[in-house]
């Protein structure tokens, strides 16, 4: 927009670097001084204004912001980079017409051109005159819309999902990269309940941009790049309502490690190799208490597929031999609401902040927010019991089981598995579809808690609290807890 009068026509979808205009760039390069005449400096004239971030909603710190005469041919450029706030200035204009525009990476990543802006100064007056990068709902229009037949309107459908993938290492913008995203769809019919995975796939162009058009808004993605055997881990990402959203995405190569499950068992009983992956990275970071920021011990962090830790007393954790790329951070303390968030495993990544919800006050919000979603009396349960589609359990059977933790219930029970890994954490895991084990989503009162470790769910529920547990396959847990994309089963627990 740059704060003209220019419509959204007037921008291009470039992957490319923005050009203001050819006579910008060569003296933006060569000159950042006006000569003028004595006479012309006292006049004081000024142009002032904010450089802002349509897309973010925040000012646009450290913009180029370039200004050229319009009616001088022999007037050098001259170039103000605009502060923490957005703000930027000119002052000793002599009286004349000018344009105006300015630089950022944040354009290049967004694959647009910004019009300039026309700005006519008079001798001894201050003139205001902001820029701004396009918002979200005409980058979208430009980007994914279709012209109407019937007028010079834009029509969209659908969220844009846009960025660079890049490689991890060196930061250089990667080419022929797929970039795909998935999201779940489910369709109530009267025949029963239909559940589709749509995916968008395109390739990266020689700058590494990419477009995907007709996401989901308002929802979650599952966003991945690959490249040969490089890529990222599938990252969850939730696109905002407006339906824009730019994600850049970093490649990196990793090394597979095969971990098999060397404890003697029936072979119907063991569990798959798993695959670890490791590289060079390293993501550092500090864990703290949402509450009152205080630092969080004893927490562990774990990379998706990759190196584990736990914080020290400080809250601060070490990831050495990450795998470089874009990857999942998974963060969980006993007594706290597990998070996980997409991180970006590159040479100078700051440190990680992560801050942890306690879990009383997680569900606490939620009953006064949606009381319908957090399910303090198992409604449902009985109903549900009587299609026999899952297993159940009630605070008898768990008696008579003899029980001492919430954990013992998934103990001996068929189709369940109850172990330790290699840090002494136990897990629960379930047959998934496909008849491996896997480790199911947990839901505690209808909250979903991400898949918890037994140690964890000990930790949350005890046992004289649980109501009654539920136990599902990916095929037969009711749609209102389906997980996007998990591959496994589900655990309800309610509590009393």
Known sequence: MGGGDAGPETLMRAPRAVFLTTALFAVALSATAQVTAPHDRLAGARISGVVFDSVARAPLASAWVQLVASDSAGAAARTAISDSTGHYAFDDLPEGRYRLGFFHALLDSLGVNVPLREVAVRRGRATRADLAVPSGATLR?????????????????????????????????????????????????????????????????????????????????????SRGADSTDLIETPVPADGFLRRDLYLGAATSILVRDTAPRPDSLALPPRVVRSGSGRVTGIVRRAADDRP??????????????RTDERGAFTLAGAPLGTRTLEVRSVGSYPTRRAVDVIDGAPPVQVRLANFQAVLDTVKILAPGAADRHGSGFDVRSRTGLGRYLTAQDLERRGALFTSD???????????????GMRHIYVRSAFGEWCEPSVHIDGLYMWNLDADEIDGMVSLRSVRAIELYNEATTPPEYQRGLSG???ILIWTK
């Open 141 to 225: 229009a430009i980007i994914c819309g279709v012209r109407s037949p019937r007028d010079s309107g834009l029509v969209v459908s659908g969220a844009t999902v846009i960025g660079v993938v890049r490689e991890a290492r060196g930061g250089a913008p990667a080419a022929n990269a797929t970039v795909s995203g998935e999201w779940l769809e489910m369709s109530f019919l009267t025949t029963g309940v239909d559940r589709r995975r749509p995916r968008l796939a395109v390739t990266t162009g020689a700058n590494g941009w990419f477009a995907l058009c007709n996401a989901p808004a308002g929802g979650t993605m599952f966003l991945t790049a």
């Open 296 to 309: 969080l011990a004893g927490a562990i962090v774990h990379l998706s597929d990759g190196p584990t830790a």
């Open 488 to 490: 496994c089963g589900t």
């Open 409 to 423: 219930a998934f103990r001996n029970l068929p189709g369940t598995r109850l172990e330790r890994d290699t840090i």
